[in-house]
């Protein structure tokens, strides 16, 4: 026959056990890198890297580029942008990486310079055109859609910016 004690002691056990939240899920393994100007191979500080799907926080690359994200083993996808006006930021930048059960290091993301073409379109009688489709050609294409006053802005990458390029 127990004591009562001893009864009372596994009462709060199996209470402890039953009610006690699950214990801190473990980020997943670290993931490892430096963002690069795909041009001039120079670090980006401050480009934002994360994981898509992961539900854990994203990162700043430091004053070198380097960076250091968790994710869960296995095909991952690490999204990641410049974090200043003149680099690609639109959030579409993205690489697949098969992450091993101790992560993986020496992972190379690269951004592009852009640079912007503005301008604003008119009508023969010389007001604004509203809503003017102005598109760019060559390696990369994009388009851009007049506002209200016949302004348009159009991100381009650096190496098309260049007079031949």
């Known amino acids: 026959m127990k004591t009562p004690s001893l009864c009372l002691i596994s009462l709060i056990t199996a209470i402890l056990t039953c009610c006690s939240p699950p214990a801190e899920a473990v980020p997943g393994v670290p993931v ?34 380097r960076f250091k994200v968790w994710a869960a083993p ?40 852009v640079a912007f073409a503005r301008g604003k379109v008119f009508m023969p009688s010389g007001m604004p055109l509203v809503g003017a489709s102005v598109t760019m050609g060559g390696a ?18 650096q190496e098309e910016a260049k007079p031949g390029g």
């Open 74 to 113: 296995g095909k991952r996808i690490i999204y990641y942008e410049g974090g200043h006006p003149y680099y690609h930021s639109d959030g579409s930048t993205y690489t697949t990486v098969n992450v091993s059960a101790k992560g993986l290091s020496g992972v190379t993301l690269s951004l592009w310079r």
């Open 32 to 65: 490892t890198g430096r963002v690069l100007d795909m041009l001039t191979d120079t670090p980006i500080p401050g480009a934002l890297i994360g994981v898509y799907q992961s539900g854990l926080k994203e990162v700043r690359a430091d004053s070198q580029g």
């Open 140 to 157: 990369y294409f994009t388009h851009a859609v007049t506002d209200s006053n016949g302004k348009f802005k159009i991100e381009v990458p």
